[in-house]
C-alpha cells in the first residue's frame, strides 16, 4: 500500500510535469510547437511588451556603440532607424500575421570594444532569437565564434569583405574593400589618375580592410603605393589623442588621393590640419567617415573643398520607395544623421529571413538559420534584391555612390555620383576576405 502511494504521487508529478510543459508552449524553451510553427529561443506566446495582446513575440538583441565609443554619433541613429523598421513591421501585421518584433528590451552598449560586446551578447543571449544589430567589425568578429555555436544570426553594421563567407551574418551592401576601389576609380575619373594613393586608417578588420582594397587598386592600377610610406595606421582619439603622427606622414608623402576609414571625428582632424598645413590632394572617405555635425567644425572648409566619400546607398531624402517609408516612419522629420538609414536599411534581411522561417513552420534558432539561403531580400529599390546563396563572387554587391557634404541637404550630404561601378571593383576576384580576420 505505502508503495502503490508512493507510485500515485510519482504519477502526479509526471502529470503535472506535462501539463507545466503544455502551458509553456512558445516560450524561451527547447523546441516547443506552439500552433504549427516550431519555436525554441527568444519566441513567446506573451505579447511584447505594449504589444498587440494577439500576437506572440519575437525578441531581437542589438549590441551597439551608444554611448562612448567611436561610432556613438552613428550608432545612436543606427539604433532608432531599426526601432522603427521593425515598429512599421509591426503596424503592418507583423512577422507571418502572428508575431510581433521586441529590439528594445535587450539592446546592449558594446562601446566598440569586442571583450565588451561579448559581455553583452552573453547576458542577453538566453532571451533572443536573432541580432537585429551587431555593431563593429572587430567587436562582430569577437562574437561570431559564439553566435555560430548558437545558431545566432546577425545583421552587421559594418561592411567587413569577409562577412559574404559567413552563414550567420545577413550583410548588405559593399565591402569597404571594395568601396575603397570604387572610391579610388571614381577619383581617377573626376580628378585624373594620380600618382600616388595613401590609406589612413584604423587597425584590424575596417580599416584594413579599406587599405587592402587601397593596395589591390594600386596593384591593378599601377600606381605607387609602397606600404612602408603609404599603408598609415592610427587609432581613435580616445587612444592616440590625437591624429598628428598620420597628418605628418600625409605632409611627408604628398600622395595625390588619401583613402580615410576611421571615425568621423579623427576624419575631420586628418583632413582640416592638413589642409591647414598646405596639403592640396583629395580625400576619399569610408562611409563611417562621415557625420553632417563635422560642418559646423573648424574644419568644415577642408572638408567641403577636400572630401568626399562612398556609400553603399542613398542618404536621406533619396527617391525609392525605402527613403520614403522611412521618412514617414519619422513623421517628416530629418534624424541627426544617415546612421537613421543604415538601420533602417540593414534590418531587411532579417525580415526576410523570420518571414520564410515562419512560412517553413520552424521559428527555431536551428530554422531561421536554415531560411538565410532561401530568401531573396527585397530592399524596396534602396538596394538591388539579394540572397545569400551562391559563390560570394557572385554574391557580393559591388555598387556605390559617391557623396559629398552639403549644407543644403536635409541630413548634410547629397548624391555627387548615382549607382556605378568602377572598373577596378567589377573585375575583382572576390574569392576570399580581402584582409583576414583579427
Known amino acids: 500500500m505505502a508503495g502503490m502511494g508512493k507510485n500515485r504521487i510519482l504519477v502526479a508529478v509526471a502529470v503535472l510535469a506535462l501539463v507545466l510543459t503544455a502551458c509553456q508552449g512558445g516560450e524561451t524553451g527547447g523546441g516547443s510547437e506552439a500552433g504549427d510553427v516550431k519555436v525554441d529561443i527568444g519566441v513567446t506566446t506573451e505579447p511584447c511588451p505594449g504589444g498587440n495582446a494577439e500576437r506572440d513575440c519575437i525578441y531581437l538583441g542589438v549590441l551597439s556603440d551608444l554611448t562612448e565609443g567611436p561610432f556613438r554619433a552613428l550608432a545612436v541613429p543606427i539604433t532608432d532607424g531599426q526601432k522603427a523598421f521593425w515598429k512599421r513591421v509591426n503596424d503592418q501585421g507583423g512577422i507571418g500575421g502572428r508575431y510581433e518584433v ?8 558594446n562601446k566598440y570594444n569586442p ?3 561579448v559581455a553583452k551578447y552573453r547576458e542577453i543571449e538566453p532571451n533572443i532569437l536573432a541580432l537585429a544589430q551587431t555593431l563593429g567589425t572587430p567587436p562582430t568578429l569577437a562574437g561570431l ?6 545558431d545566432i544570426i546577425a545583421a ?3 561592411w567587413w569583405s569577409g562577412w559574404e563567407f559567413e552563414d550567420v551574418i545577413l550583410e548588405s551592401g559593399y565591402s569597404y574593400c571594395t568601396e575603397a576601389m570604387n572610391g579610388l576609380d571614381w577619383a581617377t575619373g573626376e580628378f585624373g ?3 600616388t594613393v595613401m590609406a589612413v586608417h584604423y587597425p584590424g578588420d575596417y580599416g584594413g580592410d579599406s587599405a587592402a582594397g587601397v ?4 596593384k591593378v592600377n599601377g600606381v605607387d603605393f609602397q606600404a612602408s610610406a603609404h599603408d598609415v595606421q592610427t587609432t581613435p582619439n580616445a587612444q592616440a589623442g590625437n591624429q598628428d603622427a598620420a597628418v605628418e606622414k600625409i605632409l611627408r608623402a604628398d600622395p595625390d588621393v588619401v583613402m580615410v576609414a576611421t571615425g568621423p571625428a579623427e576624419m575631420a582632424e586628418i583632413v582640416g590640419k592638413a589642409a591647414a598645413q598646405g596639403f592640396e590632394g583629395r580625400f576619399v572617405g569610408s562611409v563611417p567617415t562621415y557625420n553632417p555635425a563635422l560642418l559646423k567644425s573648424e574644419a568644415a572648409p577642408a572638408i567641403k573643398a577636400l572630401y568626399h566619400f562612398v556609400a553603399p546607398w542613398g542618404p536621406w531624402g533619396s527617391d525609392t520607395p525605402a527613403h520614403q517609408a522611412m521618412e514617414q516612419a519619422a513623421g517628416g522629420k ?5 546612421g537613421y538609414t543604415f538601420g533602417w536599411i ?5 525580415k526576410a529571413v523570420l518571414e520564410r522561417a515562419v512560412q517553413n513552420g520552424d521559428l527555431t534558432r536551428a530554422g531561421v538559420r536554415a531560411a538565410v539561403t532561401q530568401v531573396t531580400v527585397d530592399y524596396e529599390g534602396a538596394l538591388p534584391d539579394k540572397t545569400y546563396s551562391g559563390e560570394p563572387n557572385q554574391t557580393t554587391v559591388r555598387q556605390a555612390l559617391i557623396v559629398k557634404p552639403d549644407e543644403s541637404a536635409p541630413l548634410g550630404s547629397s548624391v555627387h555620383k548615382d549607382f556605378f561601378v568602377g572598373p577596378t571593383a567589377e573585375k575583382f576576384d572576390f574569392t576570399k576576405p580581402c584582409v583576414a580576420a583579427g
Do not use: F, V
Open 346 to 350: 540593414w534590418s531587411y534581411p532579417l
Open 102 to 109: 521586441n529590439i528594445e528590451t535587450y539592446t546592449r552598449d
Open 156 to 158: 552587421p553594421a559594418s
Open 193 to 195: 589618375k594620380p600618382g
Open 145 to 150: 565564434p559564439l553566435y555560430k555555436e548558437s
Open 215 to 218: 593596395a589591390e587598386w594600386a
Open 115 to 117: 571583450q565588451e560586446h
Open 334 to 338: 530629418a534624424p541627426a544623421n544617415d
